[in-house]
């Protein structure tokens, strides 16, 4: 197989989903080099930080391994999964969640399905697989595989308890520069289908923590927190790996769009609301 054919990312992030249910097929050997390549590739984060990925335990004679890898029973008929790393000590799980839904994204564009795991996974056995070191963790994995045609039980289950079809309004999500108008669509110009694209953003448990504020030549984003969510020393801190997902859809569906900019840390304080965390800018060329 060659290049996989060029698809928009917007169509990409249009066609993905969380798919659970999988055929237990391997992937074809150069589907599987396309990918391989692909994730071996994605190194550095934004801030310049080093994050790792492997793809394991793709190949036909891995199978049995495979399923010892541990999801708990939520994911049928993987092939692989994408396991990366970060080092503890540097804050870079935006970045983790910005370089694996690129390789997502790339996945789709390879007709392959696609699913994040934040919690129910088992982080010694895919810890071990990628020989992690002490000074780093797997903050989160992906599996993937060929799709199944049809979503089995479990995977309707979740579904349905996330609500992952749905999505919050546009005017829960994205504000004005005064932090509390809510945009409306046909105020947000250029930024329109950008902030249509990020809304799809897949999140740990649909929770959509992003916030975005449409400032004069800035757009801002906020984390707002999902209470009670957070469970320290069990989870590692998921919603800031949504942040970084929605960062990957916000700046590659601008480069598509040719909308210029690049992100910057603005340092803003307090003049946001209590329960929002600012996380970085998008400066507008
Ligand atoms: C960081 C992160 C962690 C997730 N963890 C899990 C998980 O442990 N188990 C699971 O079944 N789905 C998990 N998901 C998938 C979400 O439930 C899903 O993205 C959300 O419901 C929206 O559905 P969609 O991806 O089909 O758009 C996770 C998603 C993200 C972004």
């Given at each position: 197989m060659e290049s996989p054919p060029s698809q928009s990312v917007s169509n990409l992030i249009q066609l993905r989903s969380s798919w659970r249910s999988c055929t237990g097929q391997a992937i074809a050997a150069d589907k599987l080099k396309l990918l391989d390549n692909y994730v071996n590739s994605k190194t550095e984060g934004i801030g310049g930080d080093k994050v790792r990925f492997e793809l394991v335990a793709a190949r036909a004679e891995d199978s049995e391994e495979l399923r010892g890898l541990g999801t708990y029973g939520f994911i049928r008929g993987a092939s692989g999964f994408i396991v990366g790393a970060v080092d503890k000590q540097i804050d870079n799980l935006e970045d983790y969640g910005y370089l694996m839904e690129d390789i997502i994204l790339f996945a789709t564009g390879l007709g392959l399905a696609t699913c994040w795991l934040g919690g129910s996974f088992r982080k010694d056995n895919f810890s071990s697989r990628i020989n992690?070191?002490?000074?780093?963790?797997?903050?989160a994995v992906v599996s993937v595989g060929l799709p199944a045609d049809n979503r089995n039980v479990i995977d309707r289950i979740i579904r349905n308890v996330a609500g992952s079809k749905n999505r919050k309004e546009w005017e829960t999500l994205f504000f004005e520069s005064d932090f509390q108008t809510p945009l409306k669509r046909e105020s947000a110009g250029k930024y329109a289908q950008v902030l249509d694209m990020v809304r799809l953003s897949p999140s740990a448990s649909n929770k959509q923590p992003w916030r975005y504020a449409l400032d004069e030549n800035q757009v801002h984003l906020f984390l707002q927190r999902t209470p009670g969510y957070r469970k320290p020393n069990f989870f590692c801190d998921l919603q800031r790996i949504d942040m970084g997902i929605s960062m990957y859809h916000f700046d590659s569906v601008c480069k598509e769009l040719n909308v210029g900019g690049q992100w910057t840390n603005q340092k803003l304080s307090s003049t946001f609301p209590k329960n929002w965390e600012y996380i970085i800018s998008w400066d507008a060329d």
């Open positions: 992690i070191q002490p000074h780093e963790i797997v903050p």
